[in-house]
């Protein structure tokens, strides 16, 4: 690895450890760095303090790290899989393939979604990945025909504003107690999830990193095109069902515990390769992961900057950094239809 | 090195077979440059990507030295054929190593490592196409030509002795279009390896490859240049054109129909300059026309009946005798 990789690693890292302090130090509650230390240290008895650390503060940074470094890490492997810079799970309708498949189990099935039980919250997930995946093969497939990236970009759009209608009349057609399930869900945001939930999170979110770490070589390998990856020994059918899957898991799990989060998918593959100044996979997988964790806990903790008990929607804060850079995207490259022919 | 028997290619639309080209039979042997030549449409590409395994063969067998390559393993044929697209897409932020080290990947890990004696050979490979100053550059920096010269880099890592190149030269200027078949023939020289790109450079093609294999009508003929242009085997195409391979050089030539009569006198005959500007814009030598033409102290002398100019290039002239055509000698 190069001097400038590690050395940007290294920033990262020390940029990413003083964020999750100050996101610790950040809530409702006052707490002084002097306490903080503390009740992490298990000095001072303080049980509130020690409980708002470890039920609230904790799972929510735990969550947002998690969160941010598994949408980003999505939208790199989609954006070598579709060959589409501007492709996201957000953006290409995978996030709203989620909520279809968490608002079909909540309102369809409430009974399954037990709030708090371990099996209820792995239904949740698993109802969150089926529908992401859906969305995804559908996406893979159409992007075999239409190779325009904007095209794409324009169904993947209208696919989440067709789910949002469905999920719409769902909440029309179901009862009021699932539909009070499904509403507590929409709800989900970083601070949301339990610590219950956290032991689900932690491991899918270890398999996730797994599959992506096998999928490295063959993500590198596609940046040459699928013929050329094809005659390179790569298994192309085989790499995109990991990448599919991968890319399922990590959304899902995210999408199916805090709702969407829009924009980091897309954006923070961007940022990566423009500080990293590469293209390759085994640097920005983790140059990725790593920068969407910090963007996601600095968007976290600008949510809260207002401070009073007024918590800012996340969505609405990784917006306002993803758009800037989506735009950057478009503006510098000319990204011409069939550019990828 | 590589050869074919009553070779069936093509595709399946909505699983319906469609053959492109049927029952044909080529070969082509260790250290040659062989130059796949044919008008659009003919199944150049799909013979490319079903030699290189990408697609199945309809029919026929493909060989590789003496081993079918429906016998081949990814891993091998991966080590035996480099195949380079006629894509042209270039991935965002990808530096030219990192493209040609990719080339590697028959031979590594799974994530992909590189050895010591593997980044040797990408800078090696990097030297050999005169690119290796472009190490450092992303992908989207570099003209079409230096892209072209990097991907057959990444070719030459994978370290195959067969490499096959879908229009390499597509999209070039012309001094970019010959040297990457120059390249490409002094590879196969070299190293020994056996070359086929497709083209629609048949100027190119004919002087330059050790081999044509010309793809007409689903059919497939195959020899030296000289064997096809002897044979007028591309007559055929050029048949009530108004140009045509020369077969001396296999160069396309433009034939004009007679437009102008023109007088010309001595001066003008013996300047050969002046006889190849004659032959593109369909003048005619004809001692009885009106309109005469001599060359005297560096200066054109056009004369009609009374008229005399004078003009200082071969353009003023002609366009000074089209003129007058116009105007005088319908």
């Not at chain 2, 070779?7 to 080209?21: A, C, E, I, M, N």
């Not at chain 2, 054929?81 to 190593?97: D, H, L, N, Q, T």
């Not at chain 2, 890990?109 to 490979?125: C, Q, R």
């Amino acid at each position: 690895m190069k001097h400038r990789s590690v050395i940007l690693f290294l920033l990262l890292v020390i940029v990413l450890v003083i964020l999750v302090c100050a996101d610790l130090l950040t809530g409702t509650t006052r707490m002084s760095l002097h306490d903080f230390v503390h009740a992490l240290t298990g000095n001072n008895h303080d049980p509130v303090l020690l409980n708002i650390l470890t039920e609230f503060r904790i799972p929510r940074v735990v969550t947002a790290l998690v969160a941010g470094a598994s949408l980003s890490v999505s939208g790199l492997m989609m954006q070598t899989l579709f060959r589409n810079p501007l492709a996201g799970p957000y953006v290409l309708g995978i996030s709203s393939g989620s909520a279809l498949g968490v608002a079909l189990l909540t309102m369809g099935f409430p009974g399954y979604v037990l709030s708090g039980s371990i099996p209820g919250q792995l239904n949740l997930f698993l109802a969150a990945f089926f529908g992401a995946t859906a969305v995804l093969g559908i996406m893979l497939l159409l992007s075999l025909r239409l190779r325009d990236v904007f095209t794409m970009l324009i169904i993947g759009m209208l696919l989440g504003s067709a789910f949002s209608a469905i999920i719409g009349i769902m909440q029309y057609l179901s009862n009021e107690s699932a539909l009070k399930v499904f509403v507590i869900w929409t709800m989900g945001s970083l601070g949301g999830v339990t610590s219950e939930q956290i032991k689900i999170l932690l491991p899918v979110f270890i398999l996730g990193v797994i599959l992506v770490i096998g999928a490295i070589k063959p993500l590198n390998a596609l940046l040459l095109g699928e013929q050329e990856a094809k005659t390179l020994g790569i298994n192309i059918i085989g790499s995109r069902v990991l990448l599919l899957v991968a890319t399922g898991i990590l959304t899902g799990l995210i999408t199916g515990y805090c709702g969407p989060i829009g924009f980091i998918g897309v954006a923070v593959p961007h940022i990566a390769r423009w500080f990293f100044r590469t293209g390759n996979h085994r640097v920005l997988v983790p140059a990725v992961m790593l920068t969407g964790a910090s963007v996601l806990v600095c968007s976290d903790l600008i949510s809260q900057l207002p401070g009073k008990g007024i918590i800012l929607p996340v969505n609405a804060v990784t917006a306002l950094i993803g758009i800037p850079v989506i735009v950057w995207v478009i503006v510098r490259r000319p990204i011409y239809p069939g550019n990828d022919n | 090195m590589i050869s074919f028997q009553k070779l069936s290619t093509g595709y399946f639309k909505r699983s319906q077979p469609l053959v492109v080209s049927s029952g044909i039979t080529a070969s082509a042997e260790r250290g040659e440059l062989v130059a796949l030549i044919g008008l659009n449409g003919t199944g150049k590409s799909t013979l490319l990507r079903t030699l290189a395994a990408l697609q199945p063969a309809m029919g026929g067998e493909i060989w590789l030295d003496d081993k079918k390559l429906r016998g081949y393993t990814s891993e091998v044929l991966s080590r035996t054929i480099a195949f380079v697209s006629s894509s042209r897409a270039r991935s965002p932020a990808v530096k030219v190593s990192e493209m040609v080290e990719l080339g590697r990947y028959p031979y590594t890990n799974w994530l992909g490592s590189l050895t010591p004696n593997d980044k040797i050979l990408v800078m090696e490979a990097l030297d050999r196409v005169h690119a290796l100053h472009l190490a450092d550059h992303p992908l989207d920096q570099i003209s079409d030509g230096e892209f072209q010269r990097v991907h057959i880099a990444r070719a030459l890592c994978q370290d195959t002795p067969v490499i096959l190149l879908d229009e390499p030269t597509a999209f070039l200027d012309v001094i970019n279009r010959y040297e990457i078949i120059v390249l490409l023939r002094d590879l196969c020289r070299l190293k020994n390896k056996t070359i086929l790109f497709s083209t629609h450079d048949w100027s190119a093609a004919l002087q330059l490859a050790d081999r044509i294999w010309y793809l007409h009508a689903g059919t497939l003929r195959e020899g030296a240049p000289e064997d096809i242009l002897m044979t007028g085997q591309l007559d055929a195409h050029f048949e009530g054109k108004d140009f045509y391979v020369n077969p001396e050089t296999g160069q396309i030539r433009f034939a004009q129909h007679d437009a102008y009569h023109v007088a010309l006198d001595q001066t003008a005959l013996s300047n050969s300059w002046f006889i190849k500007a004659m032959k593109r814009a369909g003048i005619t030598h004809n001692p009885d026309a009106k309109l005469s033409v001599s060359f005297i102290g560096n200066q054109w002398n056009l004369s009609f009946g009374e008229t005399h100019s004078r003009y200082q290039s071969i353009l003023e002239l002609i366009s000074g005798i089209r003129k007058i055509h116009a105007q005088f000698l319908p």
